[in-house]
């Protein structure tokens, strides 16, 4: 097994000024984004009516990140992070710029949208492993844990926030007015990378030989020799499946029995729940036992999915998506800080980019199977006389429209409950933060002194 060393420029910081700094601009950052995605969804289907380029969008948006996060690891190990930052808000910055431009002449195709989208999949491939990688070095040990549940809770503020600020602009300033908005808030989100100091890890002698193939490979071999955490990255990676398979299907499930205003309070209700879980996880900071806690809030989280497919009830679909975004914050932030503790800060880089090319891999399979096996297989299943609507099945979920997609989640979350289970019955994985030590030393505790 690989030993590394903690090289002295990673002791803890004495405060969280830097990570409040960091993170209030990329909320605010965020924020635009998010109102500009919601305006090119609003675009797409004015211009298509159709759901095909969705589908494309997303894939075009998930693809090349996953596929590029191990380059863009072990550049972020071996280049200064907060540049690495800088440069991917700033492309972002011109992207969004330039559909201001395209829209504002007329321009503005389809086709466009798509290469946006895989240049802007591309630039965040970059980003997400140097911000990710920073927080490490910027937040104390203890605070790790408060970190992540802020980070979680930036994005359910966007969540939450973004389809109703969205739909106010666009009756007041329009399309043109929100994508320029989004172009602004890029500036607060690079200003506060201006302003701040990120700590480097010194690379060691061992890997400063290394190119970016053997990187790659290292971040591999990192994981695959320590059992618990590849086992844990193995079951992050079926958990992401499961509950984009769902996800993914949700908006069809409910506009198949309900109207518009339904869904987009059942949005709300998931921002509100992710929002309340990052607020308890940021406040607590997680478990003693983070393993043990996070494999017992995702079973919580895909109990909510059962509860969610259980009936076409609005009630039920709405107190099953809260119970699970409520759960995603919980289980995620407990399992961040298993990782960034126990992979040293010179090289969490490549091993965290190798970790999400891992666990995200499943995501585009779930996108590109959940909808022709709901249309083929699983909807007619589920029709007035289908196969299982005279069943016990029929008779619990009832029949006809979004019946064979409730089926699908109830299903998902099954799964998600007894590979959790198996998941926490293996020792190497229940144990993993007794039987793998800390790569981050403990902050110094500073001894009382007496006065006389």
Do not use: C
Not at 51 to 69: D, E, M, N, Y
Not at 151 to 179: D, H, K, R, Y
Not at 238 to 265: E, H, Q, Y
Not at 428 to 440: C, G, H, T, Y
């Amino acid at each position: 097994m690989t030993t590394l060393s903690v090289s002295a420029s990673n002791e803890a910081p004495k405060d969280m000024k830097t990570f409040f700094t960091i993170w209030g601009g990329q909320l605010i950052s965020m924020l635009g984004s998010g109102l500009t995605q919601f305006a090119l969804g609003v675009w797409i289907y004015d211009q298509t009516k159709q759901a095909t380029p969705f589908a494309i969008t997303v894939l075009l948006g998930t693809i090349p990140r996953v596929l590029l996060l191990p380059i863009a690891g072990s550049i972020a190990d071996r280049f200064n992070r907060r540049i690495i930052m800088i440069a991917a808000d700033t492309l972002s910055a011109l992207l969004t710029l330039a559909i201001f431009i395209l829209l504002g002449a007329g321009n503005l195709l389809l086709w466009h949208i798509y290469l946006i989208s895989t240049l802007s999949s591309i630039f965040s491939a970059f980003q997400e492993p140097a911000y990710t990688a920073s927080i490490s070095v910027i937040v104390p040990k203890e605070r790790l844990g408060s970190a992540n549940g802020l980070v979680q809770m930036g994005q359910a503020i966007t969540s939450v926030l973004t389809p109703v600020m969205a739909g106010a602009l666009f009756v007041f300033i329009g399309f043109n007015g929100i994508i320029m908005i989004d172009f602004v808030t890029f500036f607060f989100a690079v200003g506060a990378l201006f302003i701040v100091h990120i700590p480097q890890p010194e690379q060691t002698a061992e890997h400063k030989d290394k190119n970016i193939w053997q990187d790659m490979q290292f971040g591999w071999n990192y994981l695959r020799e320590r059992t618990g955490l590849f086992g844990l990255l193995l079951y992050y990676a079926m958990v992401n499946f499961l509950l984009n398979w769902s996800a993914v299907l949700l908006i069809p499930m409910v506009l198949s029995r309900f109207t518009a205003d339904v869904l987009g309070v059942i949005q709300t209700v998931m921002g509100v729940g992710m929002l309340a879980g990052s607020i308890i996880m940021s406040s607590w900071g997680g478990a003693k036992r983070r393993i043990p806690t996070a494999i017992g809030f995702i079973i919580l989280g895909v109990s909510g999915l059962v509860i969610a497919g259980l009936q076409p009830n609005p009630w039920f679909i709405g107190g099953g998506i809260f119970i699970l975004m409520f759960s995603v914050p919980l289980a995620s932030g407990n399992s961040q800080v298993v990782f960034q503790t126990k992979v040293p800060l010179e090289i969490q880089g490549r091993v965290f980019s190798v970790r999400s090319t891992i666990s995200q891999s499943m995501m585009p399979l779930a996108f590109l199977t959940a909808g022709p096996l709901a249309d083929k297989f699983f909807e007619p299943l589920m029709k007035d006389g289908g196969a299982l609507a005279s069943t016990f099945i029929g008779h619990v979920i009832g029949t006809g429209a979004g019946r064979g997609i409730g089926l699908m989640t109830i299903i998902s979350g099954l799964v998600g409950i007894i590979v959790s289970v198996f998941v926490f019955l293996n020792p190497r994985i229940r144990n993993l933060e007794d039987e793998l030590p800390d790569a981050i030393p403990d902050a110094p505790k500073t001894e009382p002194v007496l006065q006389s």
